[in-house]
């Protein structure tokens, strides 16, 4: 691969969209250096009563000032946040939605975690996610990534090449194998519904393995890589499955739909869903397109 920098494939989203990447980007050392210094929790709840973790409301502290300082975000959604931030000098031209630092359940256990973005121009601060001009996420692992899609092209980013602090492109025009090898399967098998039985004794007769991380994150970036079919699926006590639908699911369903692959919620796209509010969940089954358009199949069948 050419030494292509993030910083020069950026320009050709102009220079408002490249501050907003770079504003998380930038960002990469100050946080990664801080992840082993606050694995605590705090006493305080987000909006989803969930116990935040230090980290959270750190991170969510560090990205919310760096994109005030960029002067392009007119709001910002973050999943550490009642309520949106939005810019009272109004001089940005987009919104911004941020899992500032998912899969912060895993911090304890240090599994993986990352940051997931998603970039939109529009008036409506609750736009569907096809209207997104860019999504990313960064991946701090051994290895630490940057994933981004602009609706063609999905490419990964790696830092830290050669000793550089810069990010690095290290792979283009990423696709999703089909069937693909993975199948990451959240929540308790005793709740979920028929359906989702059904759509992993399906997933196993193609001989799918089993891998499943606890991160978001993490689990999509196996799928891009392997191809298959990550789900956090409706349960019988939770309908609506656990992940949110603008901070994590429609820039994920963005970079995956680039690669190739599909987002569904079970019915339809999940990039077309018109979220209804800014905390809203949503079931969630995503990877290479023909493993889960049989899911919305098998699904269709128990209505
Ligand atoms: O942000 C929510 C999240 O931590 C995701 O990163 C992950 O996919 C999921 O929840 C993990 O949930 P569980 O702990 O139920 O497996
Ligand atoms: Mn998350």
Redesign the pocket.
């Known amino acids: 691969m050419a030494d292509v920098k993030l910083n020069d494939r950026l320009q050709a989203y102009g220079s408002e969209v490249a501050k907003i990447v770079r504003a998380v980007s930038d960002a990469t050392d100050e946080v990664f250096t801080e992840l082993p210094h606050r694995r605590w929790k705090e006493a305080t709840k987000n909006i989803y009563g969930e116990t935040q973790e230090a980290l959270d409301v750190w991170t969510n502290q560090i990205f919310l000032k760096r994109m005030q300082e960029t002067g392009c975000v007119k709001a910002y959604i973050s999943e550490e946040l009642g309520e949106p931030w939005i810019n009272p000098d109004d001089t940005g031209g987009y919104t911004v939605t941020i899992?500032p630092l998912?899969?912060?359940?895993n911090i304890e256990s240090n599994n993986c975690f990352g940051t997931i973005v998603g970039i939109h121009k529009e008036k409506d601060l609750l736009a569907e996610g096809r209207k997104q001009v860019l999504a990313f996420y960064n991946l701090y692992g051994p290895i630490t990534t940057l994933v981004t899609a602009d609706g063609k092209h999905a490419c990964e980013y790696v830092k830290h090449r050669k000793g550089s602090s810069d990010y690095w492109l290290w792979k283009e025009g990423l696709k999703l194998s089909d069937p693909g090898k993975l199948m990451g399967l959240?929540?308790s098998p005793n709740k979920w519904t028929p359906a989702v039985k059904d759509f992993v004794d399906y997933m196993t007769t193609l001989k799918l393995k089993v891998r499943y991380g606890?991160?978001?994150?993490g689990?999509i970036n196996q799928i891009l890589f392997y191809g298959g079919c990550f789900m956090?699926p409706e349960m019988t006590d939770k309908p609506q499955g656990?992940?949110r639908l603008v901070i994590?699911c429609n820039p994920m369903a963005y970079i995956i739909s680039t690669a190739g692959g599909y987002a569904s919620n079970g019915v339809s796209a999940i990039l077309d869903a018109k979220p209804k509010e800014y905390d809203e969940r949503t079931p969630v089954y995503i990877g290479s397109t023909s493993v889960v358009r049989k899911f919305e199949e098998i699904r269709a069948k128990y209505k």
């Not at 998912?102 to 359940?105: L, Q």
């Not at 606890?214 to 994150?217: D, E, K, P, Q, S």
């Open positions: 899992d998912d899969g912060s359940s959240g929540g606890g991160a978001f994150v689990d956090y656990k992940l994590e």
